[in-house]
């Protein structure tokens, strides 16, 4: 079927030690790349504080993937992190072009802590898109 | 009282007529050019809920309809992923 970009996120408990969450990382990244998807970013935020207590956990690993996979590939990786008790929560998204195009910039730093360089860049793109639209 | 133009315009107001008047809201979104609202950002998301954490009508926040979606979307995705309270209190 068709292929399309997604991005999931983890949420992994914090129990783990630092060298057991990025095997398991590991494990998933390999899982996604054995079933036919091509990895584009990925990016560990490290332990972070949970908004509100999930398993009696107030902290938690944060692991964002994105990928071009087909579409079968997300009910087979859900699962497996459905199964997994580490994992306290997961979110997988499907990216429109706009996603991308965000996504894209925030890899190349032009998005967070320099936003000026973002802004330029931001018009330059939306501008000629407007263009299109209108006529 | 018909005086002709040039008078009536020295009429001295004692608080500027300009202080009731509302400046006119605007969608943030349109403006800036921001086609995507990132729900990994809970800073950002920060800005369209009040402080119990819920989300602030397009009223207050002058949000077209097109991107008040995408907001609430965007905190519904944040809450999920713990980056945003479901209920809380002082969040700001």
């Not at chain 1, 292929?3 to 057991?20: G, H, M, R």
């Not at chain 2, 300009?18 to 943030?28: N, P, S, V, W």
Request: aromatic letters at 10%.
């Amino acid at each position: 079927m068709a292929n399309a970009q997604y991005e999931t996120t983890l949420i992994l408990t914090p129990e783990k030690s630092d060298s057991e969450v990025s095997k398991l990382i590991k494990g998933y990244v390999k899982f996604l790349k054995t079933n036919g998807a091509s990895i584009v970013h990925e990016e560990t935020w490290g332990l972070r504080n949970l908004a509100y207590p999930i398993q009696k956990k107030s902290t938690g690993y944060y692991f964002t993937v994105e990928y071009e996979g087909p579409t079968e590939l997300i009910a087979s990786l859900e699962l497996s992190l459905k199964r997994d008790e580490s994992v306290l929560r997961f979110l997988t998204v499907k990216l429109d072009k706009f996603a991308i195009d965000y996504n894209d910039r925030k890899h190349k730093g032009l998005i967070g802590r320099d936003k000026a360089p973002a802004k330029a860049e931001k018009e330059k793109v939306v501008q000629p898109e407007n263009v299109e639209e209108k006529s | 009282m018909s005086t002709p133009g040039n008078k009536s315009n020295d009429i001295k107001f004692l608080t500027s007529p300009k202080l009731g008047m509302q400046k006119k809201k605007y969608c943030r979104f349109k403006k800036a050019g921001i086609r995507y609202i990132d729900y990994k950002d809970p800073d950002f998301l920060l800005k369209f809920v009040n402080e119990q954490g819920k989300l602030l009508p397009r009223r207050l926040t002058g949000n077209s309809l097109k991107f008040q979606r995408k907001v609430a979307t965007a905190v519904k995705r944040a809450r999920h992923l713990a980056l945003m309270p479901y209920v809380t209190d002082l969040l700001k």
